[in-house]
């Protein structure tokens, strides 16, 4: 009887050790910060060949930087997804149609995560990518 009140006791003492937290889990998790789905990007668009790039910095929530309209480019780019920093798979079939000279880069943090994507309006697929952010992100009208 002996042996089996020690036991219990072991048993009892083990789980209820185990409800309460892990002090290793604790202090290897980061902390949680405002700065961990920071929005913050460099735009360079340059608009037509030979033409001279415009940069403009945006930083969303709260929308900010020097773009000429961070809340509705942010707006633009929380409707598009970060989907739309991913490139073009190189075995896409897309439209052989041209639809203009200007191109873009964007490179930063969306939502915390590193973006470097180019854009261009050099086919189809291209042209989709570019119209997802709109004329209002890249801030250079269309021809």
């Not at 290897?28 to 033409?51: C, E, R, Y």
């Amino acid at each position: 009887m002996r042996r089996s009140a020690a036991v219990l006791v072991a048993v009892a003492f083990a789980a209820l050790s185990a409800c309460g937290s892990d002090a290793s889990s604790d202090d290897d998790a980061k902390p949680s910060s405002a700065n961990d789905a920071k929005t913050s990007l460099t735009i360079v668009v340059t608009p037509d060949q030979g033409a001279e790039a415009s940069t403009y910095e945006l930083t969303c929530d709260p929308a900010g930087g020097d773009h000429p309209q961070p809340q509705a480019a942010c707006d633009a780019l929380a409707a598009a997804g970060a989907e739309v920093f991913d490139a073009v798979p190189s075995d896409q079939a897309c439209t052989a149609i041209f639809g203009g000279p200007q191109t873009a880069t964007v490179k930063g943090s969306f939502d915390g995560k590193d973006v470097d994507a180019t854009f261009k309006r050099s086919d189809g697929c291209e042209i989709e990518r570019w119209e997802q952010l709109g004329t209002t992100f890249f801030n250079v009208p269309l021809q």
